[in-house]
């Protein structure tokens, strides 16, 4: 069951993408280092760099759905390319500002909101129905090990040498992966029975849809949910990971801890298909939730060793978990909502983030790391209960055994899953 040289190019370009997005994230940060030491103004560049996701993601949905999306990744791709080399000719001419580095980070945010959100609508239309799992652990995989791996390695790499370097190099990958973009050929507009309204009528047309959908509105619930107590664990992790806090890393050394939890994501995205064939995607979502209780808990081992292995669970079973629910999705909603509905989810995904990192700080400020990490795990473990309900069957028709049958748009797209 070969996935074809047409998704290899796809997937190529979504890897380059990708590392270019984790470069150019960290020499931003090195770039902001260089400018200023003001925390405030240092911590809010990590909410500018979020912020698209808060306001932009629904409006990037609309338009995926409304444009070709091979059209909408080669025009993000061309203006990242133009924007970053634009950068490294004000890096060179010491023009950087601390204020253009936030609005450079504002921009490209947006670019990637808009890329993602199309690249995730755009599989289904490259791949067959049943070729979806293998399609998404490798492009989830090649995501994570680029975005967190590979690419904030290659840019601490290439700035020791020359901020310069290292944007030019950001905008010479984005120009490599819109090429392999470019290389897809096709019409990639989705099919809509009734010419676009407003943008805002396109938002509200998803957000009506996924009213209907009882399976995909408590994936979206409990994907928020897991956000926000995963998020408070990272927010405080460094913290307790290095010295004095009670693992006594070093600096260096915590970030060997950070890349090396990316080997399980890696090795998901060569055998999750596997996992969900073995275990059921229903068997999934709830092994999962334990899987993310017991990295949420791991801190509390304390040996680095130890903690690593726990967190790799972890990272593989994030994999999976995205596997499964994006999956769902594209087999469950309507191509011409494709965009929308992807997009609700990484709103809900993205906008737990910053919630959870106040609620780790708040937590550790009162009871302490320990105590934060215990609450966290009990939390994700309560939240399993959420998944009993998401059989094998609900996921496959979008609706629980005791929900009337859907009609309209809501039923259409169930009736296009195979059985």
């Known amino acids: 069951m070969k996935l074809g040289a047409l998704f290899w190019r796809f997937w190529a370009a979504s890897g380059l993408s990708n590392v270019a997005d984790g ?58 390319v133009a924007v970053l080399a634009a950068v490294a000719v004000l890096a060179l001419v010491g023009g950087l500002t601390i204020w253009l580095v936030f609005l450079i980070a504002l921009v490209l945010g947006m670019g990637e909101t808009l890329f993602d959100t199309s690249e995730q609508s755009i599989v ?27 690419g904030p390695g290659l840019g601490g790499l290439i700035a020791t040498v020359s901020m310069v370097a290292a944007f030019a190099t950001g905008s010479a990958l984005y120009l490599v992966a819109a090429i392999a973009v470019f290389a897809l050929r096709g019409s990639y507009r989705p099919e809509r ?17 996924l009213r209907t959908q009882p399976v995909l509105r408590r994936l979206g619930v409990l994907s928020g949910l897991r956000m926000l107590t995963f998020s408070a664990v990272t927010a405080i992790l460094a913290l307790y990971a290095v010295a004095p806090g009670p693992m006594g890393l070093s600096s260096t050394g915590y970030g060997f801890f950070a890349a090396s939890t990316a080997i399980g994501a890696v090795i998901a995205s060569v055998t999750g298909e596997r996992t969900v064939a073995h275990l059921g995607a229903a068997g999934c979502l709830r092994v999962t939730f334990v899987a993310f ?41 309507p191509g011409h909502l494709m965009g929308r509905v992807n997009a609700v989810f990484r709103l809900v995904t993205f906008g737990a983030m910053p919630v ?26 309560l939240l399993s209960l959420g998944t009993l309900a998401l059989t094998d069957e609900a996921l496959v028709t979008g609706r629980f055994a005791r929900s009337p049958k859907l009609t309209g748009p809501a039923q259409a797209g169930a009736d296009q ?3």
């Open 417 to 419: 899953l195979p059985t």
């Open 23 to 80: 470069m150019v994230a960290l020499v931003l940060t090195l770039t902001a280092l260089s400018l200023t030491r003001e925390p405030l103004l240092i911590s809010g560049l990590g909410l500018v760099e979020q912020l698209p996701w808060l306001l932009f993601s629904l409006v990037a949905g609309a338009l995926a759905d409304r444009l070709d999306r091979r059209h909408v990744l080669l025009g993000v791709n061309a203006a990242r």
């Open 193 to 209: 029975a009734h010419p676009p309204a407003s943008i805002r009528a396109d938002v509200s047309e998803g957000l009506r849809y």
């Open 356 to 381: 959870g990192s106040l609620l780790g700080g708040t937590l550790m400020h009162l009871t302490g790391a320990r105590f934060t990490f215990t609450v966290c795990a009990l939390g994700t473990l």
């Open 293 to 333: 209780a017991i990295t949420e808990a791991a801190p509390l081992a304390v040996n680095p060793v130890a903690v690593g292995a726990l967190w790799m669970i972890g990272t593989y079973f994030v994999i999976v978990w995205n596997v499964v629910t994006l999956t769902v999705r594209q087999r469950l909603v």
């Open 124 to 150: 289904p239309s490259i791949v067959r129905s049943d070729q979806l799992e293998r399609a998404n652990s490798r492009m989830q995989g090649v995501e994570v090990a680029t975005n967190y791996f590979l």
